[in-house]
């Protein structure tokens, strides 16, 4: 119900009647009352702004009806905002009535306030963050590359000069001809069968002779090894001797001759001989070939006169070394002799250089012959070895 004044006049535009009425219509409410509910007001609403810094409070609506407003907050929660007690209102009327009808107030009830509330919706995806596992990368090593290896140009070999030097034989190559089972002063009683290793000469044979120590042959054989021309054998013969004494000194020779009857190789033993008794065998010394010759070669051509000879050779014994050149008719054309001197005792060769001189009116085929003769009783020579050169004015 609204009350007017008695004036008759309407309140102006924009003005509540109600508070018209609660501003005039109230002489009888005491004024501290008054004062207290609106301080009170006042708290509250500074409360409500600190809650609701958005809402602006009308402070028209101090003393108005309240109203449920849906006020929108951090958290939910329900406040209860003091209102208007229902009480008995005296008005100035005529016939004062109490009024029983309350106007509408805030009543606290369970129904929430609209507040915000957060909500999922399908914008907001909470989305798990995969965590970055690092994953082995299998690194290639790089494979080397061979690279070409430079060829090494050929090395520059200094051709031998005309004189070489003498280098030392390690092993020197056993002896062309050469006895293997009969050493040195060996005594022997008949028949003698001497083991050797030969080659036939130009005419086929291969010669076996025992001297006595006088220089006599006692006995001269000739064994035919034509089928084995140019080619070494081995030969084994029994050589039968008789002898006027008991024993003496002799020498058991194996050589062979050339076409024109120059001896090529020869080898030698002396022995002791005897008529009866039974046969004393020493070892050979030195099987190995006692002349080595490296200038000339067989079959050279030589002109001008000059013959070098260059060579290694074994000491036999203390005799010189003879060289000489024999012509087809077993003429000498030119010899020489080397004394064989030993500078120490490992040297089983010694080395040597000679020049010839020689003198021919036409080409002319000469056997090279190197040799050494006996110092002991027995004469003759104890070893030889030989090869053809030609020689030219």
């Not at 590359?145 to 031998?160: E, L």
């Not at 050979?284 to 490296?294: A, F, G, K, M, T």
């Amino acid at each position: 119900m609204v009350y007017f004044p008695k004036s008759g006049k309407q309140p102006a535009n924009g003005t509540n009647p109600k508070i018209h009425k609660e501003t005039r219509m109230q002489p009888a409410v005491p004024k501290n009352i008054t004062h207290i509910i609106f301080f009170i007001t006042i708290i509250l609403g500074l409360l409500l702004l600190s809650a609701c810094q958005d809402q602006t409070i009308d402070p028209r609506s101090w003393l108005a009806s309240p109203t449920l407003t849906a006020t929108a907050s951090a958290t939910s929660t329900e406040t209860l905002i003091p209102s208007e007690t229902p009480s008995p209102t005296y008005l100035p009327s005529e016939t004062p009535t109490e009024s029983l009808t309350p106007p509408p107030t805030s009543t606290a009830s369970n129904t929430p306030e609209p507040s915000l509330t957060a909500t999922l919706d399908g914008s907001v995806t909470v989305t798990r963050t995969p965590t970055i596992t690092r994953t082995a990368t299998v690194t290639r090593t790089a494979t080397r590359t061979r690279m070409p290896t430079r060829t090494r140009f050929p090395t520059f070999t200094p051709s031998p000069t005309r004189t070489p030097t003498v280098t030392l034989t390690p092993t020197p190559p056993l002896a062309y001809f050469r006895i293997n089972n009969i050493g040195p002063y060996s005594m022997v009683v008949s028949p003698l069968k001497p083991e050797a290793i030969v080659s036939p000469g130009e005419d086929g044979l291969i010669y076996v002779e025992i001297m006595g120590e006088d220089g006599r042959s006692i006995t001269r054989q000739g064994l035919d090894f034509s089928n084995f021309l140019g080619r070494h054998v081995g030969i084994a013969p029994e050589i039968f001797f008789e002898l006027p004494v008991q024993s003496e000194t002799g020498r058991l020779t194996i050589s062979s001759l050339d076409r024109y009857s120059r001896s090529m190789w020869l080898t030698s033993v002396d022995l002791v001989l005897l008529s009866i008794g039974r046969n004393v065998i020493t070892a050979p010394q030195n099987l190995n070939e006692p002349y080595i010759v490296r200038q000339p070669y067989e079959g050279n051509t030589i002109q001008g006169g000059l013959l070098r000879v260059e060579g290694l050779a074994r000491i036999r014994n203390e005799n010189p070394l003879i060289i000489e050149c024999i012509d087809p008719n077993r003429q000498v054309i030119c010899s020489t002799q080397v004394a064989l001197t030993a500078h120490s005792d490992e040297l089983s060769h010694i080395p040597f250089e000679v020049y010839l001189s020689y003198q021919v009116s036409e080409p002319t085929n000469v056997r090279l012959t190197l040799r050494q003769e006996s110092v002991t009783s027995l004469p003759g020579t104890i070893s030889l070895y030989s090869f053809e050169i030609t020689l030219q004015p």
